[in-house]
């Protein structure tokens, strides 16, 4: 039996609604209503069938491409073997469909006109229709589509007089009708979806319900000037373990539950976690709901007035239970993104706070796999983010511009920080100045002009430069390093290279610290830490020979290291510290150490530590970055020195800087960090000592405690 063709008939005999079959139409929407079917001559019980909106592929004659037909409110027959559906001309008819049911062969056209456009129909001798088959969902995107009826049944059309009496109301108690007034006469399908997806806080104002007018001079209506976010955001404060440098002691955070958009809050008091609210709602939007815990910060007066004034749905978790905040597991990832990247960049542990809010800055652009690769910012503005403005990262030291009048050097030191969203444009920028004078404290400026002091980016010769003004002799440095050559670079007015005379001692081969960068460290040791050979060949230097700054002798260091290395039993007599000399210098050990001696004795008390600039951790082991003030020279020099080295020199300004500045595996239980603890924790019970026994008042920073009965 061959399969039968579906066919679109057109006939006036098909009552009041249309009817489709299930083997040709597609059904994309089913209502309450029901329809009941008999058969011509069938006595039985009718046939209980569904109302549906329906779509059709038909093809029409002269035409390359079909389209699809939409027929609303149509009688659906399930019949798998009925292949013939059914349209009443008289329900187009009542659509503004102009139909001619007259065959060409008979005096008419046999065609109809929907939009404007021209379809005619097939004509058997019998019968007016179209072929008709199921459309698939490449075929509903691509081709035309025409609605054959209104989605309102030709019943209710014609009963509607006697129900006009009651109008149909929308959710804000204005009928469609006047909403359609407002909105350009659009259809009701359209004005009912429109209000079903939009807000309308504000129909009815002061100004219609007062018999007196009068004007106003506050903005009326707080709820409609800020963006309005489409999902719920979740928040929560933590409370990080160290004050920051600005007096932060927490953070408020928010999170999207939707877009995973970070945003984060630096608080002095866990009680203005409501202007954080606020300046939240002014950069990202006002969100649709809001959940918190039960905290009595985020369920006060300020909070929820706020909520209130700008129509924010409140939700909170369980009491008990503030795990089923979402903002929760969120803040435990942020908190441990901040502590690997202070490890990684040397941040001061009093500058947290700029590294939260450039994390959450980094996590908003960053692509996500749950977000199906598409970045926070971009699912919650639906615009696609530019990384340009990400040229450096936190703490980044830096050069940035200040006019000055020549021959001023117009570039400072300074630190990276952050985006400044609120100033210029979006390559400006919060920085931290590093002032040469330290009399003279940081600041924190807003610039655009800047640029990193890194060279050599990204390569195994990358280093700092820390002086614009000795330019020519950075790209010697640099040349240097690329050419690895022995030569040592002077710094002199006349430029010219100094190289070892005959008479001078061989290096055996390696590069001097001249020609290394202060901060480089060679085979494991630093260059502060080359010991005899390096301190015989600058004894034998001419006396008026200026050297870079960065590579005069270590003097204090050296010092320290040959006590560190005696008290440690490394050393025990004079023959291992002749095997650590030069070939030539072997046998007249004796001499040739007292000399050394006295030099190292004469020079080294010349040196004072000025501060502790930077660290690093080499195979484990803490170095310290240090600066030195010679009083002879007056001149400022930095050196790398190991921290059980230098903390025998100044174990306070050691202590304080490990305590601030260096982050380990463990905070608790460190070694660096538990030494800087116990020191500290024993000076201040040797002042309070002092202070008891003797009325000596110290001269170190420390918090006084005054009580009752006792002056301290």
Not at 44 to 54: F, L, R, S, T
Not at 57 to 78: C, H, M, Q, S, W
Not at 402 to 408: E, G, L, N, S, W
Not at 690 to 697: A, E, I
């Amino acid at each position: 039996m061959e399969t039968q063709e579906d066919v679109l008939i057109f006939d006036t005999g098909g009552g009041y609604n249309s009817t489709v079959t299930k083997r040709a139409w597609h059904v994309f929407e089913t209502t309450s209503h029901k329809q009941y079917l008999r058969g011509y001559g069938d006595k039985g019980e009718p046939k209980e069938c569904q109302i549906v909106n329906a779509c059709t592929k038909a093809f029409i004659p002269g035409r390359d491409l079909p389209v699809i037909f939409v027929v609303n409110y149509a009688t659906l027959n399930e019949d798998e073997d009925e292949h013939e559906s059914l349209v009443v001309p008289f329900e187009l008819m009542r659509h503004g469909i102009a139909m001619d049911l007259t065959p060409a062969t008979l005096g008419g056209s046999g065609e109809m006109y929907v939009e404007e456009e021209h379809i005619p129909f097939e004509w058997d001798e019998e019968k007016l229709y179209l072929r008709i088959e199921m459309p698939n969902e490449e075929d509903m995107e691509k081709l035309e589509i025409f609605e054959l009826n209104s989605r309102v049944p030709d019943k209710a059309l014609e009963n509607s007089s006697a129900r006009r009496k009651k109008k149909v109301k929308s959710p804000s108690g204005i009928s469609l009708s006047e909403w359609r007034k407002h909105f350009a006469m659009l259809p009701e399908e359209v004005v009912k979806k429109t209000l079903e997806n939009s807000t309308h806080f504000y129909l009815s104002i002061e100004a219609e319900n007062r018999q007196d007018p009068r004007r106003h001079f506050r903005y009326r209506f707080p709820g409609l000037r800020l963006p309005r976010q489409h999902e719920t955001v979740a928040s929560d404060t933590f409370f990080p373990s160290i004050k920051s440098r600005r007096g932060n002691t927490c953070s408020q955070f928010f999170v999207g539950n939707t877009s995973d958009r970070w945003e984060v809050f630096p608080l002095k008091k866990e009680s203005h976690n409501g202007i954080a609210l606020q300046d939240y709602c002014r950069k990202a939007g006002v969100p649709r709901a809001l959940k918190t815990d039960n905290a009595q910060s985020e369920l006060g007066e300020t909070w929820i007035k706020y909520c209130r004034t700008h129509c924010i749905t409140q939700t909170t978790t369980e009491p008990h239970h503030p795990q089923q905040n979402p903002a929760e597991p969120k803040i435990g990832l942020l908190c441990s993104i901040t502590k690997n990247v202070i490890r990684q960049f040397n941040v001061p542990k009093s500058e947290h706070d700029w590294v939260q809010k450039w994390i959450c800055d980094v996590h908003n652009v960053m692509s996500s796999k749950k977000l199906r690769w598409k970045s926070p910012l971009e699912l919650h503005t639906g615009n696609t983010q530019d990384i340009s403005r990400f040229r450096f990262h936190i703490w980044e030291p830096l050069w940035y511009f200040v006019k000055c009048k020549a021959p001023d050097n117009p570039w400072n030191k300074a630190r990276w920080l952050g985006f400044a969203d609120s100033s210029g444009d979006e390559m400006t920028y919060y920085i931290k100045t590093e002032p040469e004078n330290r009399n003279e404290k940081p600041q924190y400026l807003t610039r655009s002009v800047i640029c990193t002091r890194r060279k050599h980016i990204g390569s195994d010769k990358e280093y700092i430069n820390e002086d614009p003004a000795h330019q020519p002799e950075l790209e010697e440095l640099e040349l240097g390093f690329l050419n690895c050559s022995e030569k040592l670079i002077s710094t002199s007015d006349s430029g010219e290279d100094s190289t070892a005379d005959s008479g001078e001692l061989e290096t055996s081969g390696k590069p001097s610290d001249m020609d290394m960068d202060p901060g480089e460290v060679r085979d494991g040791i630093a260059p502060s830490e080359s010991r005899t050979s390096d301190t015989i060949s600058r004894m034998d230097k001419n006396p008026g020979e200026v050297t870079d700054e960065d590579s005069i002798p270590d003097l204090t260091q050296r010092r320290n290291c040959a006590e560190d290395e005696e008290s440690d039993d490394e050393i025990d007599d004079e023959e291992d510290i002749e095997e650590s000399l030069p070939p030539d210098m072997k046998g007249d050990s004796g001499d040739y150490l007292e000399d050394l001696y006295n030099e190292l004795d004469s020079q080294a008390d010349d040196y004072e530590l000025d501060v502790i600039v930077d660290h690093h951790f080499k195979d484990g082991i803490l170095i310290l970055k240090a600066r030195y003030y010679s009083q002879s020279n007056d001149s400022k020099d930095v050196w790398e020195t190991p921290f059980n080295i230098l903390k025998k020199d100044a174990p306070l300004k050691v202590a304080r800087y490990i305590q601030n500045h260096v982050t380990e595996v463990s905070r608790r239980n460190g070694y660096n960090n538990t030494w800087a603890r116990n020191t500290l924790k024993q000076a201040t019970r040797s002042i309070r000592r002092k202070d008891r026994l003797f009325g000596v008042k110290s001269y170190y920073r420390q918090k006084v405690v005054r009580r009752s009965g006792r002056d301290y």
